[in-house]
């Protein structure tokens, strides 16, 4: 009976080692607001043929990726979003009327550049593709397409596609 339980144990030990761990990933910013980065605003992924809880999802992901190359100062979709409401719900009710404050937010939203991507699903798979627009001259400085087959794949597509446009 002690062998059994040994035996057992040793055979579960193995199987919850092998298991595989969930992925994940913190990108430290506390110093890049600090820097002389070019700031990029990631907006929303777009694709009509993705549903919108994934779409917001990928673009996070996108935008956690960007963050990590510490090549700008990512500001993502949805900070963009909160910052604007913040600054919206500031001005209608007085907290944000003056001229620092308004000077403050205006700064935070000016950016360099501007990132657009796209996700979209076609007969073998999807498509991702990505442009960072540079926001003075008004043309696109880069751009990066990766191809996935399947669902499952997107995640590493994500990141391939920041790769590909540092």
Not at 127 to 154: H, W
């Amino acid at each position: 009976m002690r062998t059994i339980l040994v035996l057992g144990l040793i055979l579960g030990l193995g199987l919850v080692g092998c298991a595989k761990a969930p992925e994940g990933r913190t990108v430290d910013m506390s110093n890049t607001a600090q820097t002389n980065l070019p700031k990029l605003i990631v907006q929303k992924m777009n694709g009509s043929d993705v549903n919108d809880g994934l779409r917001t999802n990928l673009t996070n992901l996108f935008c956690t990726e960007l963050a990590a190359q510490k090549t700008y100062e990512v500001i993502c979709a949805d900070e963009a979003a909160a910052i604007m409401q913040q600054s919206t719900t500031g001005a209608l009710m007085g907290s944000c009327d003056d001229e620092d404050c308004l000077d403050s937010i205006e700064k935070t939203m000016q950016s360099d550049f501007t990132v657009s991507s796209t996700v979209g699903k076609s007969d073998n798979g999807y498509v991702l593709t990505a442009g960072i627009m540079n926001n003075a001259a008004k043309r696109v400085v880069k751009r990066g397409e990766y191809i996935v087959y399947s669902e499952d794949d997107l995640v590493e597509g994500v990141r391939k596609l920041a790769a590909s446009l540092k």
